[in-house]
């Protein structure tokens, strides 16, 4: 059974940063991919971030390249997202998801992709 479990939400000012942790049980790293996805009030749930098992390539939509950075540690069996120069609108519950099918590309992130989810961790950039 795939268990993922975020941690490192909180409150933060703009222009700040923090860092996001997808602990995963019940399965290695080692297969498919695993995303970063957010969700704002009353917005659809975006996906933010994805790194394949296969190669580490990656990928970021326009509104998060060069501020977020997704990795993974296999031995740990956690997957990190490094967010820099927060923005209020970043401002959501993010999630970690995986699918042991799943190839990142630039065609983007659907959440019906992804079989496993965690619950989430709040995000908050505020002054």
């Known amino acids: 059974q795939v268990q993922l479990v975020e941690s490192g939400g909180g409150l933060v000012q703009p222009g700040g940063s923090l860092r996001l942790s997808c602990a995963a049980s019940g399965f290695g790293l080692d297969y498919g991919a695993i995303a970063w996805f957010r969700q704002a009030p009353g917005k659809k749930r975006e996906g933010v971030s994805c790194i394949s098992t296969s190669d580490d390539s990656t990928y970021y939509p326009d509104s998060v390249k060069g501020r977020f950075t997704i990795s993974r540690d296999s031995t740990k069996k956690t997957v990190y997202l490094q967010m820099n120069s927060l923005k209020p609108e970043d401002t959501a519950v993010y999630y970690c998801a995986t699918d042991f099918d799943y190839y990142c590309s630039e065609s983007g992130l ?9 619950r989430g961790t709040q995000v908050t950039v505020s002054s």
């Open 110 to 118: 659907e959440e019906t992709d992804f079989s496993s989810w965690g």
